[in-house]
């Protein structure tokens, strides 16, 4: 059974401290957040994670993200396991890698074929060097603010970072066509790419979906001008729609970068793509010693079948509607205007007025005081385990948690 005497995660922060730059790094670097979140964890099971003390949560982020069917889930275990027992990381891909692939192209309409790797940030660079080989172009449109991955093009931090690095990026607003044309304008005949996410989702931000228009005139404007549109569907990818989040809009991109979800916390990544872009993308030398391992590719198909067989996606919509609801309630009786953005299925709450999160962030961590974890600059994730007992768990602990907030700040 795992250590989790209390005080331990001070202590590994401590340990941690002398070992690792930092103490931490990264996104989980717990060092960001207020003193009340832990950094450490030794268990999830469910929708239930535990710390390094021994606290238990109702877990709203989902491992920002990646857990999807919940943690430990059984028939992604399974499928890992059988793997590994045969091997995970050996002289070439197997058979796996080409099942998980006919898998991807039968479900997703806009996939004629799928190369993998690990992270999210492989998928979008990855992305983008199909483009670049197919059209000899060089300037990509991203959207102001948007979060593609941690490589020195897109990194948030420039830290380490040179200028010429981020030379061929050109801003335009999400959700303004206008804006878009202007930018692709900008370069002049030179642009290669489109990316896009497939609503806003910048931390510290209201979460926007995006307008169906700018969708279709994104589409349009790539179209023209002999780009690719590419959707980063790294962070919304199965939660939304198994086919890709923008299917139900009519709008299928070029390419589409994959990661989070894809195998319930085991590590993989995928761009898919369409026959045109098939050629360029074989020109590439793109690769990694830990990409074709047939662990990760398992749980992969696992857990795309097993959404599929499970409507996935209409379990954590109803999830996220029964938490967004309770949420409105709660915060009305309690005397607070909350702006509830993002899809169910990938909510986040922000408290009108609060500019400084200092309500935010004061009730967040009464929330994990109560039990729940979830952010308070961060979009949050369902998973397809949350029931709606676990719902009315959490929703226990975040209606504890206003009513402190409404003794510390009063109402309003």
């Known amino acids: 059974m795992a250590d989790t005497t209390p005080g331990r995660d001070a ?18 670097n717990a060092a960001i957040f207020t003193p009340a979140y832990p950094q450490f964890f030794v268990r999830g099971e469910g929708c239930r994670q535990w710390d390094a003390d021994g606290r238990e949560y109702v877990d709203l982020m989902c ?18 396991a059988a793997q590994r027992a045969s091997g995970d990381c050996l002289n070439g891909p197997g058979p796996i890698m080409v099942e998980l692939a006919e898998l991807m192209v039968d479900t997703i309409p806009s996939a004629d074929w799928v190369m993998f790797s690990k992270n999210g940030t492989d998928a979008t660079t990855q992305a983008l060097m199909v483009v670049r080989a197919a059209t000899g172009r060089a300037k990509v449109l991203v959207a102001h603010g948007a979060y593609h991955g941690a490589d020195p093009w897109c990194t948030p931090s420039t830290a380490g970072t040179t200028p010429n ?16 044309e202007a930018a692709a304008a900008s370069a002049d005949g030179d642009v290669a790419a489109i990316i896009v996410t497939p609503f806003k989702h910048d931390s510290f931000e209201d979460q926007e979906p995006v307008d169906p228009a700018f969708a279709r005139g994104l589409r349009t ?13 790294v962070r ?30 085991y590590a993989i990544a995928a761009v898919t793509g369409t026959d045109a872009l098939r050629g360029p993308a074989q020109t590439l030398y793109s690769t990694g010693s830990f990409w074709f391992s047939a662990v990760a590719m398992a749980a992969a198909k696992a857990t795309i ?32 205007t909350v702006r509830q953005t993002g899809p169910a299925q990938i909510p986040w709450l922000s408290f009108e007025g609060d500019a400084t999160l200092e309500k935010g962030m004061f009730w967040a961590d009464a929330c994990l005081a109560e039990g729940v974890y979830l952010h308070p600059w961060h979009n949050w994730f369902m998973s397809a385990a949350h029931t709606d007992a676990d719902i009315d768990r959490a929703l226990a602990g975040t209606d504890a948690a206003f009513a402190r907030l409404r003794a510390k700040f009063g109402a309003g």
């Open 11 to 28: 202590s590994l922060r401590e340990r941690a401290a002398k070992v690792v730059p930092g103490g931490m790094y990264g996104h989980l």
């Open 63 to 80: 491992s920002w993200g990646p857990v999807i069917l919940g943690h430990r889930h059984q028939a992604v275990e399974a499928a890992a």
């Open 165 to 180: 690095e981020r030379a061929d990026l050109v801003e335009y607003p999400y959700n303004d066509l206008a804006g878009a």
């Open 221 to 233: 404007l790539a179209d023209r001008i002999g780009a690719a549109l590419v959707i980063d569907d």
């Open 236 to 265: 919304a990818g199965f939660r939304l729609d198994l086919r890709g989040s923008w299917e139900p809009l009519g709008v299928r991109p070029d390419l589409t970068a994959w990661s989070k979800a894809m195998a319930n916390g």
């Open 305 to 336: 079948e097993t959404l599929r067989d499970i409507d996935g996606v209409a379990l954590m919509e109803r999830a996220g509607t029964r938490l967004r609801e309770g949420l409105a309630a709660q915060a009305a009786a309690h005397g607070f």
